[in-house]
């Protein structure tokens, strides 16, 4: 006999994502009880959790932290076994929490070639640049000091998870961070980039696009927490609560040559 014992939706404010669109539930089969998730996500989304058991044991022990790939239903997470059938038994989860990604990737694939983020025959300045004083405190990200409108293109490959773009507002302050239009996008190797700050309406690429280095995907802005016109661009692993920021090598010039991109310097794309 198999039937649908409990179901718990996520749609859970995490940080940066709003919304995930991502469940779990039980279903009895036999005697076990099996926890399913569904993941709609367009990437693979981290869950992690504690068990509280009375009489099961779980195939998965109590503590849990488990990757569940992009677009998959009915992904079995662990089963719950009767250990004494005479005696009651219960089982609650506690601390759960998910975010997406798969927070297990540690190693960033450091020969990738990433593709300067705008144009052919542009050239721009890094105002901020890694572990910047104004607002990148311990983070690997990159401001490219552009006028509003400038097409922004993919660095690399992959599909798109996020879009915001209906903020027009912005400011110098914290507060203002809010206001952050951009696009997130998921690359294969399991790391994302965030493109921050494009113009209210800029986005050129909707969710659930795949998209190529090179690609244009969005018009500039100055949204946002921002002191000026600027792209903000950060390649990432997500971790359950934070962010692990990476620096990569860009192609420059005619593209034969790799660097890692410097504050105060400008950086031309001829290729
Ligand atoms: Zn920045």
Redesign the pocket.
Known sequence: MKYIIICILFLCPAKNYAQIDFKTYYERVDNENILFADNNELCPVTYKFSLVLKNYKSSKGKEVEIVIPAKTKKFEILKLSRINPKKATSYKTKNGFLNLGNHLVEKHDDSYQYQLPFKKGAAFKIG?GYNGTI??HNKK?L?FNMPIGTKICAIRDGIVVRVVETNYRGCAKRECMKFNNKVIIYHSDGSFVEY?HIKKNGAIVTVGDTVKAGQEIALSGNTGWSTGPHL?LVVFYQKMKKRKTIATNFLTNDGKQQEVLSAKKTYSKNY
């Open positions: 901020q607002s990148h990200a401001d921050t903000h």
